[in-house]
């Protein structure tokens, strides 16, 4: 019986352990003239990613984002994941044939939970790479931002290379990707709401805000931030 249990665990956590969107590779079939593309797959609504291009000679290059629509559709976005002023923008069209690669970043995660627990039940279940909050604390507090929004998560995804933000809501776990700004899914989860930090977990008790010259904010209460993004 022990074993049988066992077994059943072992199952259960293999499933609620894999269930993060994971990279899809798939290729251009077609290109429209409103700016979408079509793709040789279907891929899960909402992912975002990037085309690239085979110049020959052992040379390829990104040369644009995606998102992922319905019925193997895409829509083409310019590529902002490393923007400088001097680097210049990749001209080339996108062409039937091009790479695509949705989720390039889905390794590497961040966290919004209401307490230490929570993040780290997540960040224990999952194999991410963890983009720890306090650094997203410090651009939150830096911006003089008082609660979520998916602006503010999108400029940190983009300076950070984050591909997937999981975010504790009543009693489930969103799983948004940053770049399209869309959930992916979400996962049932059961948490304790009496004792969430605002706006979001993160060591503020170690962080110096003075030296930024930080004036105190009231920040939305936990949970009313996150329903603030739906």
Known sequence: MLKILSIL???SYTLFA???????????SD????GQVQLSKNIPKGMSGIIIH???NGLSA???AVVSKESGSASVIPYEAIPHENIPNIKTAVTKG???LFGNFYKNALVIAPNRDVYRKITTTY????IHPDAYALDFMKDGETHLTFKSLKKFAQLNQVGLVLIVAQNRLLILDPISEQFLGDIPMQVNQSNAMSPFYARFGQIDTSVFGFSEKNYTPYFQSVAGLK
């Open 9 to 11: 665990l072992t199952i």
């Open 18 to 28: 894999n269930t993060l969107p994971s990279t899809i590779n798939t290729t251009i």
């Open 31 to 34: 290109v429209t003239s409103t």
């Open 54 to 56: 085979n110049y020959g």
């Open 62 to 64: 990104i040369t644009h």
């Open 98 to 100: 091009d790479k695509v």
């Open 127 to 130: 194999n991410k790479t963890w």
